[in-house]
């Protein structure tokens, strides 16, 4: 991290886990815990947790998003949710392009375009996931992959846009499978997304984005995975449904 040039953010993708009531007992347990962290502090909850998660934590340091968003404000789209609709709710964040979008439910590059520029367009601050899989890896084209994601997923976002947007390396090999990207590892991808954004949109630009890295960080990583000078921050799956395991996170990203 270097929290001279950008925030540092621990955000919780609780995916679908937890009930309103369930939500707010969470957050309510996880406030007082977290209350003097140094670093941005982000629940993304289901949609059906909102109201709640947003009453939970008002007055509080703890910032709420959502799991998607649709590319449209309205209309004949069964099931989904604008950006609008997010806005006007008051909620600053949401998680686009996660890699079980993209598996289960036929997210493209394209789509997470349309979806990102929807919400920068709405005011909301979009958390973008990229990511390659197990095989792509082990055929050495982990760059070329990430580089397609970035160049895609961002295609046609100002600079300005840019730089209020989050980027989340989520090497799809290690979500949900206890398997974790060494520091190492993470820090070479990290930086590579750093120096992409250089290419499209110049250092000061690159400098000033955020990139999390997601893939089952937890209490026992978390320390050596945040030492790394492009590893900015998590998108934590399974530690943020415990406040005693999300805590240690969010303190170890406020050192």
């Known amino acids: 991290m270097d929290k001279s040039k950008r925030s540092a953010v621990i955000a919780g993708n609780w995916k679908m886990n937890k009930t309103p009531s369930e939500a707010k007992a969470l957050l309510n347990e996880l406030a007082p815990m977290v209350k003097d962290a140094d670093c941005e502090v982000i629940a993304c909850v289901p949609f059906v947790d909102l109201t709640a998660a947003l009453e939970a934590t008002e007055g509080t340091n703890i910032k709420i998003g959502a799991e998607n968003c649709h590319w449209e404000e309205s209309g004949a789209f069964t099931g989904e949710i604008s950006p609008k609709m997010l806005a006007e709710m008051g909620v600053p964040y949401v998680v686009l392009g996660h890699s079980e979008r993209r598996q289960y439910f036929g997210e493209t590059d394209e789509t997470v375009n349309k979806r990102t520029k929807a919400a920068l367009k709405a005011g909301l601050k979009p958390i973008v ?38 980027i989340a390396y989520e090497p799809v090999w290690a979500i949900g499978t206890g398997k974790t990207a060494t520091a190492d590892q993470a820090q070479e991808v990290c930086g590579f997304i750093r120096a992409t954004l250089a290419k499209l949109y110049g250092q000061d630009v690159a400098d000033a984005v955020t990139i999390q890295y997601g893939g089952s960080m937890n209490a026992d990583n978390c320390e050596e995975l945040l030492a790394k000078p492009d590893v900015d921050g998590g998108l934590i799956g399974g530690a943020s449904l415990v406040a005693a395991k999300f805590q240690p996170i969010v303190a170890a990203a406020s050192k």
Not at 144 to 160: G, M, N, P, T, Y
Request: with cysteine; net charge negative; charged share 40%.
């Open 129 to 166: 996931c990229v990511g390659e899989l197990l095989w792509e890896r082990e055929c050495d084209i982990t760059e070329e992959v990430i580089a397609r994601q970035i160049k895609l997923d961002l295609f046609d976002v100002s600079a300005e846009d840019v730089k209020k947007t989050i």
